[in-house]
């Protein structure tokens, strides 16, 4: 079986895959080790690592070299978080994919807003867009960003219909996956798994934000993919503030040897 088969058959409905994302080769080996399944990028932390925004100002030739290095650190499928796919139009975004591919990638996420744009991708746009991605081959994870940057309260029954109108779009695009982030709205993750035609990801939000405590509940909901996408980063980034910190306090270092 090929290696994107093999990673499509991971994405199970009820018994998802659990993806802790990573940022370089290194994150990559060491999330390897501990039982990965596959390996995934975050885009925040890739381009965080090397002192750039999240924003698609990190340059291209920079993510497929960090990519490729991931690639050839482990042995598992490796998925590259490519923002919006790096190109201005459909037909550019597809070359920038088609490179990824190159290097032995099995998948992309793809996110349908726009550098710079506060509204989503319109639906046509955002289609042509992911079948430029899909002629790749690759795993297409499809993102909606419709929850994005609105507060709990407004993940209702319109935004969530809004969510499967474009899963629906985003598969007949030629997606294999629909990734709904920023909501922990469990009526709304529940419904989207329901009607969408492909199978969702969800991001992971912990109980203290309102989430989740273990990753069966949202196996419950049918979720057949959950990704842990920037915390990973955050919580390395967090520990190496304490730890100089302390140290330049002068305390001792939170670690041994």
Request: glycine fraction near 10%; charged fraction near 20%; charge should be negative.
């Amino acid at each position: 079986m090929p290696a994107i088969d093999e990673f499509r058959a991971l994405h199970r409905p009820g018994k998802p895959l659990i993806l802790f994302n990573v940022w370089d080769a290194g994150s990559a080996r060491a999330v390897a080790q501990e039982g990965a399944r596959a390996i995934a990028t975050g885009s925040y932390g890739v381009a965080g690592a090397q002192g750039f925004e999240d924003d698609e100002s990190f340059p291209i030739t920079e993510v497929l070299s960090n990519a490729r290095r991931i690639i050839t650190a482990t042995d598992l499928p490796v998925t590259v978080d490519f923002s919006a796919g790096y190109g201005d139009s459909p037909e550019a975004a597809g070359r920038s994919v088609t490179a990824v591919a190159a290097l032995g990638a099995v998948g992309i996420n793809l996110e349908d807003q726009l550098p710079g744009e506060n509204e989503l991708n319109p639906i046509p746009a955002q289609m042509k867009r992911l079948r430029a991605a899909a002629d790749s081959g690759l795993f297409i994870n499809a993102r909606c960003d419709v929850f994005l940057d609105v507060p709990a309260e407004g993940h209702d029954a319109g935004r969530t219909a809004i969510a499967i109108d474009r899963a629906r779009a985003y598969a007949d695009a030629g997606a294999s996956g629909f990734f709904i982030g920023f909501t922990a709205d469990r009526r709304a993750i529940a419904a989207i798994c329901e009607q969408s035609p492909i199978p969702v990801n969800a991001l992971w939000t912990p109980l203290a934000e309102g989430g989740f405590a273990s990753h069966a509940e949202l196996a419950d909901l049918g979720v057949a993919r959950i990704s842990h996408g920037v915390r990973p980063w955050f919580a390395a980034m967090a520990w190496l503030r304490q730890a100089a910190r302390a140290v330049h306090g002068g305390a001792a270092p939170p670690y041994d040897g």
